[in-house]
């Protein structure tokens, strides 16, 4: 018996075909729309109606992070301007690092004006102390199987974190015998997934007799292990300093302290002279910060007015005024025939909201202790090679970063940088070498007094039917990075 197919049924299989066209031509259209009937709206600076005044009582929600002896969290009261004491706080394997506030204050110490009420989160850092060998696979939160200096064709764990010492990284593979791709791991709680094989290998660097780590040794070593920077050919967006900031654009109290704006940006699409930066008086700024496990860390901040991010189905998505980028240097201090010695061991660079960890001799270097970094066209992300570089991977678009050698930047070179000695448990910093320390780093931007600010740049704005925003909002700046301000953690 022949089966007669039905019109209509044919009519409505091709429906399926088009329905997901028609949908993304109509989230396109109604990104536009909205793009233009509220461009006005990124001119808001941070929500300045949402301050209470001096005296006027706000609500804080503490996050205990599952912090021992207390609840999950709770609610208390406290008076606009004045200092909030937060508890320091105590959890079996691990350290307290600190408190997380507006997106990076961290710090046992808050001042606070938002009527609406706002979140603090304690944060942990696990305590690998009783990990005595060069690396750790854990199977659980606190079970570990140790391994030295060596292969180990046969692991066939499951981890959930591991655990590498400084002087030495981690070549992890999926499958016994070596099997599989290789990953790479150069810090702790980089991996998690399958350990068929591993092999534990001692960075190979060469040490740096430095005598005692004073000041001028800082300023010293910050000079030998400053970065080659290239910029992307075709790049626009360059770097500048924060003074250039501060003469061209407007500190505004909002209800997340001071912060730098533009007040004149009326749209996500505006441009100054300002924005496009200049490489013939940038600056790039360089902090020396001594941590636990006698680690020394380098990290150089780079500032540029402006990010310039994707396209995504022809519309720009993810630019924000101000942008922070940087790369650290660890460097793991020892002593040898009663002589003290560093030697780098981990590069530390950052991409947009995320970090990529390299042990020291897997990166390029030039002139023998400068590391090679290649900064992407427009959105500044740093990587260690030259090419695309693809960041997310969402099926229906792809974000990359594009790294290629435009623009050399020396940073050793041409008083191009301002040098300081930061203190990651007082939060305090001074210059070294010649620089003056730069208040603006300080932690305090309620002070109307001083030219500190907590954010860079423009408030974010996402419009409605979109996932990613048309305009992000400005970061914070280095001091809220925990490069600086951790005594522990290397990573943000």
Partial sequence: MTKVKSKKRGKLKYLWLILPALIIIAVISLTVY?????????????????????????TLILNYGGADGMPESETVEYTAYEEIKLPKLTKKGYYFVGWSCNGG???????????????????????????????????????????DEGEYPYVGLEAVDVYVDGGYKLLIYPEENFGGEETVVAYNGAFSGTVGSMKVRRVETNGIETGEITDDVKAKLLQTFAPRIWW??????????????????????????????????????????????SLTDCKAYAFAVEKEFKYLDLSYFVFTPYNKSKEVFGIEFGNHIGDWEHITVRLLTYEENEKIFVRPVIAEFSAHSFRNFYAWDDITLTDGTHPVIYTALGSHGMWKDQGSHVYVDAKIIKLTDECSQGTAWDLWKNNALETYSYDALTHTGTGIGGSEWNTCFDLSNYDENNNTVGAWGNKGWYPPVSIYPRLQGGPRGPQAKNVLNNYYLLNE
Avoid: H
């Fill in 34 to 58: 909205v793009s233009v009937k509220n461009s006005g709206y990124v001119y808001d600076p941070y929500g300045s109606d949402n301050m209470l005044s001096a005296g006027e009582k706000g």
């Fill in 105 to 147: 204050y961290w710090d046992d110490t808050l001042i606070l004006n938002s009527k609406s009420p706002k979140l603090a989160r304690a944060f942990f850092a696990k305590d690998y102390s009783s990990v005595k060998s060069s690396a750790a696979v854990y199977t659980d939160e606190f079970v570990f199987t140790e391994f």
């Fill in 232 to 277: 992307a050919q075709g790049e626009e967006y360059f770097a500048s300093t924060v003074e250039n900031a501060a003469a061209n654009m407007s500190r505004v109290m909002t209800d997340t302290g001071y912060i730098y704006m533009l007040p004149e940006l009326d749209s996500p699409d505006y441009k100054c002279d300002y924005l496009y930066g």
